[in-house]
């Protein structure tokens, strides 16, 4: 168990519907990254926060948009689904300070969606 | 350009002998890590080992190590004494001084009693 949890661990939704996903992060983590991992485009980061500020942006659509929260826990909304945003997403956190863990990332389950 | 590669989509090993995973990546940033995960079949993700760029020796973490050759561009994992719970998918990722993330395509690592 990495203490980073992930809910809901499944999803199944229908098409131009609007889903949140939520990951709490290791307790002190600070960094929270979310990826997503699809058969079409393998693994792709999408977006890290830390401490409550956007760090870093990757191939994130603009129908998904996230935000920590201040108790550092955060979520991922994704609207206007497409068949194609069926994946896999992970949330992962780090501690992000200086040290020599500090890029040690932890991975929580993971949340299946299913866009039908 | 590919910013990672992983060139082996399929490995075998025989328990209890080395393997090597290739990787390698392409970047002009002068600041960047490197990183190796682990996907079992049962889905989680695992991060195995980190090397920065400025790193002056090569990263371990217990059988895990990473041969980094920055003239070459290369930072391959090493996995010593394999065991049966080493079969897994294994990326490597680079990230920049910007914090953007890329993945390989991954390595698909059997181990053979």
């Known amino acids: 168990d990495s203490g980073v949890t992930q809910t809901p661990k499944h999803l199944i939704t229908a098409t131009g519907q609007r889903v949140t996903l939520r990951c709490s992060p290791r307790s002190g983590d600070l960094s929270v990254y979310w990826y997503q991992q699809s058969l079409d485009q393998g693994l792709q980061f999408l977006i890290q926060?830390?401490?409550?500020?956007?760090?870093a942006k990757g191939n994130i659509l603009e129908r998904f948009s996230a935000q920590q929260f201040p108790d550092l826990h955060s979520e991922l909304n994704l609207s206007s689904l497409e068949l194609g945003d069926s994946a896999l997403y992970f949330c992962?956190?780090?501690?992000?300070?200086?040290?020599?863990?500090?890029?040690?990332?932890?991975f929580g389950p993971g949340t299946r969606l299913t866009v039908l | 350009a590919q910013k990672i590669t992983q060139t082996q989509p399929g490995m075998f090993v025989q328990e209890k002998e080395a393997v090597t995973l290739d990787c390698t990546y392409d970047t002009s940033d002068p600041s960047y890590g490197l990183f190796w995960y682990k996907q079992p079949s049962s889905g989680e993700m695992i991060f195995l080992i980190y090397q920065g760029s400025y790193d002056q020796q090569n990263a371990t973490e217990g059988r895990y190590s990473l041969n980094f050759q920055k003239a070459r561009k290369s930072a391959n994992l090493v996995i010593s004494a394999s065991q049966l719970g080493d079969s897994a998918m294994y990326f490597c990722a680079m990230r920049e001084s910007g914090n953007q993330f890329y993945f390989g395509t991954g390595t698909s690592l059997t181990v053979i009693p």
């Open positions: 926060y830390y401490n409550g500020e956007e760090r």
């Open positions: 992962a956190s780090s501690v992000s300070q200086r040290g020599p863990r500090d890029n040690e990332q932890f």
